[in-house]
Every structure is written in structure tokens, then in C-alpha cells.
């Protein structure tokens, strides 16, 4: 990706800070829903590795967020 296309990209992002509140976290969902905000997720863990995820995110290096999800027996 190109240094202007970097900065455009930068300059769309738009940061939300929420506190717990449902109808604030249904309008976000709505929103991500209609493809119009996409969140950045860097890694995907199975949640038996949940440690090397907080260790990774504690590092502060991430540009997006870690995801755990659940393993399938």
C-alpha cells in the first residue's frame, strides 16, 4: 500500500469510546453490520492460548485487537 493510501486509510478510521451501555453497543453493531465501520483484528487465538494473546497485547506493538474464540471438540 502506498504512503498517501496509508494516510487516507489512517485518516477514515474513526476511534468510539464506550462505556457499558446497550443502546450505544446496538448502534455500533448496527454500524458494523451495515459495513460501515470494520474492526481490525490482528490475531485470532484458540482460547487455550489465551495467555500468548495477553502477553502479546501487554507488549503494546498491536495495531488491532486480539480475538479468542472457542475450540470445537
Given amino acids: 500500500m502506498?504512503?498517501?493510501d496509508r494516510?487516507?486509510?489512517?485518516?477514515?478510521?474513526v476511534r468510539q469510546i464506550v462505556s457499558p451501555?446497550?443502546?450505544q453497543?446496538?448502534?455500533?453493531a448496527?454500524?458494523?453490520d451495515a459495513g460501515k465501520v470494520r474492526p481490525l483484528v490482528e490475531h485470532v487465538f484458540p482460547l487455550s492460548h489465551a495467555?500468548?494473546?495477553?502477553?502479546?497485547?501487554?507488549?503494546?506493538?498491536?495495531r488491532g485487537k486480539s480475538?479468542?474464540?472457542?475450540?470445537?471438540?
Avoid: F, P
Wanted: net charge positive; proline share 0%; glycine share 8%.
Fill in 30 to 32: 448496527a454500524l458494523i
Fill in 25 to 28: 453497543l446496538s448502534d455500533i
Fill in 67 to 73: 480475538v479468542l474464540g472457542t475450540e470445537v471438540i
Fill in 2 to 4: 502506498a504512503a498517501g
Fill in 7 to 13: 494516510r487516507r486509510e489512517a485518516k477514515s478510521r
Fill in 51 to 62: 495467555a500468548e494473546a495477553h502477553r502479546l497485547s501487554e507488549q503494546g506493538r498491536m
Fill in 21 to 23: 451501555n446497550a443502546w
